[in-house]
């Protein structure tokens, strides 16, 4: 198995002043404040922060799991709450916890970051093992109707909303399904900063095998709409 950390220095560098600013919060805490507040809540792939810090306001406790320290630095950086903790731990192993979860989330395609179904599963079950039985998961995944189209075009440049600059975009798929994106930021004046991400890029009923395969009952799928990059996802542990 491959443990390898797709989320390095580059991208924490970037990800809240030329990432996030284009993916606003609101929504996302909407759908899961029913199931965060007054909760024990685990959020997986935790990033700097950017759900994490409002949902902290509604929730019981939280801790966020990354495998990026660099990711993890930025978000220490900002002093979280008390009842907030960082784990340096990678979802495709077992979660080092033994108090259980009333709710777990993740959110903008963190558990994408894998090479395979299987890899998938196992990331889910590695989930469900840490969750009450009838804790929720919610989960934002990569939706192929936003994706398929961009593998076709294969690069795309696109001014960044909160800059002056722009973001070009390559993006492959492989026969085994992972989608390679290749980001390149170009900010006037600025030295251009480059990383690339990978992630499985499977059907919304994949998505929703794997999630029963791991011990999930499927509750809800909101579609993404349009060109909105993730589909949102509400199940529950079934045992
Ligand atoms: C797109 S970012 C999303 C961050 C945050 N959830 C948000 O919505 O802003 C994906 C995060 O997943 C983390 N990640 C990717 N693979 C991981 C793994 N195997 N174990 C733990 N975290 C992982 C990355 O380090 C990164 O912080």
Not at 45 to 61: K, N
Not at 125 to 147: F, M, R, W
Request: proline content about 8%; some cysteine; charged content about 20%.
């Amino acid at each position: 198995m491959n443990h390898d950390v797709q989320y390095g220095t580059a991208v924490a560098s970037v990800y809240d002043s030329l990432i996030a600013p284009a993916m606003p919060t609101e929504e996302a805490v909407e759908r899961l404040r029913p199931y965060v507040t007054g909760a024990r809540v685990l959020e997986i792939g935790v990033g700097t922060g950017r759900v994490a810090l409002p949902v902290a306001r509604l929730a019981r406790g939280l801790i966020g799991v990354d495998n990026s320290k660099a990711m993890l630095d930025e978000l220490r950086g900002k002093n979280p709450p008390a009842h907030v903790a960082l784990v340096e731990a990678d979802f495709r192993r077992p979660l080092p916890f033994t108090e259980p979860f009333e709710a777990a989330y993740s959110t903008m395609g963190s558990l994408a970051c894998v090479h395979s179904r299987e890899e998938l599963v196992t990331a889910l079950t590695h989930i469900c093992d840490v969750l009450k039985p009838g804790g929720s998961l919610s989960l934002e995944y990569y939706a192929t109707g936003a994706y398929r189209p961009l593998v076709e075009q294969h690069t795309l440049t696109v001014p960044m909303p909160h800059h002056g600059g722009t973001s070009t975009f390559t993006v492959t798929l492989d026969d085994a399904d992972v989608l390679t994106m290749h980001t390149r930021l170009d900010e006037s004046g600025k030295p251009p900063v480059e990383f690339s991400e990978q992630v499985l890029l499977i059907e919304r009923k994949e998505v929703e095998a794997c999630l029963a395969e791991a011990g999930f009952a499927v509750e809800r799928v909101h579609p993404a709409e349009g060109p909105a990059p993730y589909d949102w996802y509400t199940a529950r542990s079934d045992h």
